[in-house]
């Protein structure tokens, strides 16, 4: 099994946060930027994950982190 880092998504900048959170890709709906609520971020095998609830239908949405975003 693989360890899952918590990390805060609330110490980030509020304009990041914002962008995160405004920034998603949702497989349910097909569509990008609905939005997320309920953000949580956390660290998994070296990549960094914020997953939230879609605005548009409520089903998870998972955004994955690469390096230079991080
Ligand atoms: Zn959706």
């Not at 998603?24 to 960094?48: A, F």
């Amino acid at each position: 099994m693989s360890e899952r880092i918590e990390r805060d998504f609330h110490a980030r900048d509020p304009d990041e946060q914002q962008a995160f959170l405004n920034q998603t890709w949702c497989d349910h709906c097909q569509q990008v930027d609905l939005g997320m609520t309920d953000p949580v971020e956390y660290e998994l095998k070296g990549i960094v994950y914020i997953e939230g609830r879609c605005k548009g239908c409520g089903e998870p949405v998972i955004t994955e982190l690469t390096d230079e975003e991080f």
